[in-house]
């Protein structure tokens, strides 16, 4: 049961408490597992506990290889596409 | 964060993907190995699409409530139905696993004794501490996602000596029972895609034997549809330059040493075992105990539970082979007819995650046949 889900940390009190953001509800969970915790952090949470922090720069490069593999796509298919064009005027 | 969904990212990945399976002599089989992937690869239909484009995917082992044996289900049904004052805790899926014993959710408990669901090990900790006069013990179960919340939840309980409080644990390991899936050589499998999670505690180390010893690929996967994609590919890559690694595709919630702090929690506080897994049989350092020193809050030991290890299985059943990808969950006799959501035989049907649930939801075609 892998399920985690991402939600951003709105407080943190001493005792390694504190409560996330989820879809507009906050939620009391533990961040005992974390270090250098800030609010605004985004976590994975996990049966009430905080278990890895959301890494901006690794998810940035992921969404711009996303990216790239939609623009490849759409370029292909705009390719595709003129070749049927032409080869309809040919023909 | 919505590239992850995008239908052109998805198009475009899938077209990738064609170009590497072209260039092979036949369809890759991936093994997804948690339960959460299973579900993903069902739910945005995932599976055809790449059966299309010449990837195989089969499930794994990676679903807790499916390979956690009767025999456990049956102590814990027995701690509440024969014991008064009693409270077990527990997760909601677990409840409704069918056993010679009935289920959690339908025995009949002894006087004053009941079960209750809980989201974190940590209610069972408030419960514990707010009926003093009950015996509170926690059903803990799951992979290295869980364990270290379920080892912190146990160092509190220590640390407050809430005497009432104990933990029934079935808590198992990854790697071992992918080590023994590439061993059996039952099924022959291109690569595996890693529970994201369990990788987020875990790291990319307990994985590197698969890749160096039995020469598979192997890719750290995220849940979105994405993310199994880009898996995926990292793993057709891995293949076509004949360089079979550990890659991590969540580099955004996974990094290369796992998380330090959980790992040192669940080493302190608990040891490994060998462990009966459903289907699987005995797997050696498979799964975690409590401590020796720890013993008194092992309910086990404190409630002298004789668990015998594989005696639980229900007849018919073959969550088993499901479980190592052997067979497909149509092609278990009792599969719809017999077993089904509405009443399920076997654990694989009874979790959100188990394949043969996620393979019943998720295919119109299956449930027209009734």
């Known amino acids: 049961m892998c399920l985690g889900i991402p939600a951003k940390v709105v407080q ?7 409560k996330v953001d989820y879809l507009g509800t906050r939620v009391k969970t533990n961040f005992e597992l974390l270090d250098n915790l800030k609010v605004g952090d985004w976590v994975i949470v996990h049966a009430g506990f905080a278990i890895s922090k959301l890494d901006e720069e690794e998810a940035r ?31 | 964060m919505k590239e992850l969904r995008d239908k052109r990212v998805i198009r475009g ?28 690869v ?47 805790t527990t997760f909601g899926d677990m409840t409704r ?27 069972s900790l ?31 309980a220590i640390e407050k000596r809430l005497a009432n409080f104990s933990i029934l644990s079935a808590l198992w390991i990854i790697p071992p029972p992918l080590k023994a899936i590439v061993k059996a050589k039952e099924i022959a499998l291109d690569g595996f895609l890693y529970p994201g999670h369990v990788s987020a505690i875990i790291g990319e180390k307990p994985y590197q034997f698969i890749a160096k010893e039995y020469g598979i690929p192997g890719a750290i996967t995220g849940f979105e549809p994405s993310d199994i994609l880009l898996g995926i590919f990292s793993i057709l890559n891995q ?9 991590n595709e969540y580099s955004r919630v996974v990094r290369a040493s796992g998380n330090p702090k959980a790992l040192a929690v669940m080493e302190e506080m608990l040891e490994t075992k060998d462990s009966y897994w459903r289907g699987l049989g005995l797997i050696p350092q498979s799964g975690l105990k409590i401590k020796k020193k720890y013993s008194a809050y092992d309910a086990e030991i404190r409630f002298n539970l004789r668990i015998k290890g594989g005696s639980g299985d229900l007849p018919g059943c073959r969550c088993g082979e499901v479980l190592q990808g052997l067979i497909s969950p149509p092609q278990c006799p009792l599969f719809v007819e017999k077993c ?25 075609i299956i449930k027209n046949k009734l």
């Open chain 2, 126 to 156: 408030e419960i514990a501490g707010s009926s003093p006069e009950k015996q509170v013990v926690f059903f803990g179960v799951g992979f290295e996602t869980t364990i270290p919340a379920i080892a912190l939840t146990l160092r509190e």
């Open chain 2, 239 to 247: 293949i076509k330059d004949g360089n079979p690694t550990v890659s």
């Open chain 1, 12 to 18: 943190i009190d001493k005792s390694n408490f504190g």
């Open chain 1, 61 to 91: 490069e992921t969404f711009s290889v996303l990216r790239e593999m939609a623009e490849q796509e759409a370029l292909a298919n705009k390719n595709k596409e003129r070749e049927k064009q032409s080869n309809k005027q040919k023909g």
């Open chain 2, 97 to 123: 696993v069918p056993t010679r014993k009935s289920s959690l959710q339908k025995a009949v408990p002894a006087a004053g004794s009941m079960v209750k669901i809980v989201y974190s090990p940590r209610e």
């Open chain 2, 340 to 364: 089904n959501p509405d009443s399920p035989y076997g654990p694989c049907m009874v979790s959100f995650e188990g394949a043969c649930f996620v393979y019943y939801k998720y295919n119109p």
């Open chain 2, 13 to 40: 990945l899938l077209s990738e993907i064609e170009k590497r399976t072209r260039e092979l002599p036949s369809s890759p089989r991936i093994m997804e190995v948690c339960g959460t992937h299973t579900m993903t």
């Open chain 2, 42 to 88: 069902h739910r945005y239909g995932l599976k055809n699409m790449l059966e299309k484009v010449g990837v195989e995917m089969v499930s794994g082992p990676g679903c807790p409530v499916c390979i956690t044996p009767n025999e456990i289900h049956e102590a814990a049904i027995e701690l509440v139905t024969e014991n008064e004052n009693f409270i077990l």
